[in-house]
């Protein structure tokens, strides 16, 4: 399967698969699991609700496969389907807490993190990385989100300005001003690769849980088309 990854497009990769040779939907898995990571942490889900996410985000892509009709990446399409669950999961949580909780702060303030590093030392690679995880938290969504496709996750200005639906003017004001906004000495120290680290071993749980879901949906689609025969 490694030496798929390498050699087959995200275009062929959904041919074969709508062709039936399902299998074939692990690679892109393996391929995105890393990149829907950090976007539905950015949203400050934790480790087991982003994969939940990454879940219904890989299934719903899987279920409206034969609908994707090549206007955008499949990257970007798949941007799309995640930001939109983790919107929906914010707004549902919103939702509650605005029903059962009296104190609630309003949306500006609840997005930000009050941080402290100036005075400490980091000697850690984990600890870097959580001290970077802070900073990007500690900015307001819009630039936070933006500051991740681009800087994280590689999205070129185009394709994050469709992934939000916001003019490709607008996507680059809002990372300047993301970047000013992190401190100087931890914008010198980031390194895309330590921040909301998706481990090999949580991709291959990833990929186990969203493949037996897929087959299952396939099973009882078969199911149904033969009780109707």
Request: aromatic share 10%; net charge negative; proline share 1%.
């Amino acid at each position: 399967m490694e030496s798929q990854l390498e050699r087959y497009a995200d275009l062929d990769i959904i041919d074969k698969i709508n062709e039936g040779e399902i299998k074939l939907f692990e690679i892109l898995i393996r391929r995105y699991d890393p990149f829907l990571y950090k976007i539905g942490r950015t949203y400050h889900y934790n480790h087991e609700d982003t994969e939940d996410l990454m879940q219904d985000a890989y299934v719903n892509a899987y279920c409206n496969l034969k609908k994707f009709e090549h206007r955008s990446s499949f990257k970007t399409w798949l941007t799309r389907i995640m930001l939109n669950l983790c919107y929906q999961k914010k707004h549902k949580l919103r939702t509650k807490n605005e029903v059962t909780t009296s104190d609630v702060q309003d949306e500006k303030s609840s997005d930000l993190f009050q941080i402290s590093i100036s005075n400490e030392k980091i000697t850690m690679n984990n600890e870097l990385g959580h001290v970077l995880e802070n900073a990007i938290h500690a900015i307001p969504e819009d630039y936070r989100i933006v500051f991740t496709l681009r800087e994280l996750n590689g999205l070129n200005v185009a394709e994050t300005s469709e992934a939000l639906n916001i003019s490709e003017s607008n996507v680059k004001v809002r990372l300047t001003r993301a970047k000013s906004m992190l401190q100087k000495e931890i914008k010198k120290m980031y390194s895309p690769q330590e921040i909301f680290e998706f481990n090999l071993i949580y991709c291959d749980v990833m990929v186990n849980r969203v493949m037996a879901k897929i087959y299952a949906l396939k099973n009882e689609g078969n199911k149904a088309e033969s009780g109707s025969n």
